[in-house]
């Protein structure tokens, strides 16, 4: 019996170490590729067609460095990473956070899930503390030399500390919510688990626009003027109710500029950054409107979400057939607990999901596609956006050239000239200019 076990403990760490392994070495091999095509692409200026002529060989010279730059620092981010997740698995953290949240939680009540709150917040406390150095460098070593850093250590640390209460006003009941129904509501407990994480996340989608954001950054209802008008215009044309246009002062933390459409139902906001609006004309602000309404027209947050829900629904099942298993808890040097079982869902099942990160990508990039063509369509004219696109590419210095695996597996939105392109045909469709 005793052999048994251990064998079959061996099989789990095993089966394990081979995915976690082989994530590893596909994202490390990604970036490798990436790194030497976009040196070599820049070594030999070789912009694609589209783009030449509009971006100067400066700026591309500075993309070319600042994406070469991150590829490098991720290079050693990802070795980082891996020893991290590999000591809390397997180097004694989860059995010493076990003991001391039973130490902790057990003066509580039972009822109240104190042990259980206790472990899944001290794991995510050891994560985001020797996660702590990758961000301070990110921030203040390599966004710094490209000049996009506009945060102060101060800054940065109040966020963390911000974050961190946040995540404990949240995380305390959301953990109660499902370590409750995971022991007490019987044997369909992941059915129930299913629709309160569910709840809770579309509860999230509501308030994060109007309650949580707003502890970070400043939201100010868009400036009178020109932009401002044309906007109202837009909005009431296509049917976007305009009280939901915000300005953000991004510039507090980064000169990175974006654009994004967030929140469901009365909630829904579509925010710009300061520093978008400052490097754009009224006509490219538009287009860039036009497309984070045609995200809300084309109810992407609504399907992204149902998309998620499958993946919940799918991932609790798996769980409920494989908590009963003891030598998946006693390979990481675990007792079998619905908490422990939160844990290593959460640590471990990365490594065997990480083939669906290139599938929702594909996803986003067709919404992204969508909201380009909805933008084309809406202002009649496919040269705003482009304008728009190509004015981001440059102040973000993004990578103009990435490898096609890198970005068929990494990228969210499609390339800048992919984009171009799928706008100027969109036109040709529509036979406006
Ligand atoms: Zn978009």
């Not at 290079?75 to 902790?104: C, H, K, T």
């Not at 500390?161 to 305390?172: D, E, H, P, T, Y």
């Not at 538009?286 to 149902?306: D, N, P, S, T, W």
């Amino acid at each position: 019996m005793l052999f048994k076990a251990s064998t079959m403990e061996h099989f789990v760490i095993v089966l394990f170490l081979t995915f976690f392994a082989l994530e590893f070495l596909v994202e490390f091999v990604l970036n490798e590729l990436n790194i030497r095509y976009v040196s070599r692409k820049g070594a030999n200026a070789e912009l694609p067609d589209l783009l030449a002529g509009k971006i100067s060989s400066e700026d591309y010279r500075k993309s070319v460095e600042y994406t070469l730059a991150k590829g490098r620092f991720e290079r050693w981010a990802s070795i980082y990473g891996a020893v991290v997740a590999l000591v809390i698995l397997f180097g004694g953290v989860l059995p010493f956070l076990d003991r001391l949240s039973r130490d902790l939680g057990g003066r509580f009540p039972p009822g109240l899930k104190a042990v259980g709150i206790i472990f899944c917040l001290g794991v995510a406390l050891t994560f985001s503390l020797l996660s702590l150095p990758v961000g301070l460098y990110s921030t203040f070593v390599l966004e710094e030399r490209f000049g996009f850093n506009k945060s102060t250590l101060r800054l940065y640390l109040i966020d963390k500390l911000k974050g961190l209460l946040v995540s404990l006003v949240i995380g305390i009941p959301f953990l109660f919510g499902v370590l409750y129904l995971m022991e007490e509501s019987g044997p369909y407990w992941w059915l129930w688990a299913f629709f309160f994480i569910l709840a809770f996340q579309l509860l999230m989608v509501m308030i994060y626009p109007t309650l949580i954001a707003p502890l970070f950054n400043k939201f100010s209802p868009l400036k009178a003027g020109e932009l401002r008008e044309r906007i109202l215009a837009l909005a009431e044309r296509v049917g976007f109710k305009t009280s939901g246009i915000y300005t953000m002062d991004g510039s507090k933390r980064s000169a990175h500029s974006n654009a994004y459409f967030t929140g469901l139902g009365k909630a829904k906001r579509i925010v710009l950054f300061d520093t978008l609006l400052e490097q754009m004309t009224v006509e490219q602000g538009l287009a860039v409107l036009a497309h984070e309404i045609g995200h809300y027209k084309m109810k992407h947050i609504r399907k992204m979400l149902i998309v998620q829900g499958i993946f919940l629904f799918a991932g609790l099942y798996i769980l409920s057939l494989l908590i009963g298993y003891e030598p998946l808890f006693r390979a990481f040097g675990l007792m079998p607990s619905s908490h422990a079982a939160l844990v290593l869902l959460g640590l471990i099942s990365g490594s065997f999901t990480f083939y669906l990160t290139p599938l929702m990508n594909r996803l986003s990039r067709k919404h992204e596609y969508e909201a380009d063509r909805f933008s084309v369509k809406t202002l009649e004219d496919s040269k705003p956006m482009e304008e728009a696109l190509l004015n981001l590419t440059v102040k973000n210095l993004s990578n103009l050239t990435p490898h096609p695996w890198y970005s068929g597996y990494h990228y969210s939105h499609p390339t800048t000239a992919e984009r171009i392109r799928a706008l100027r045909e969109e036109a040709a469709r529509l036979g406006v200019s």
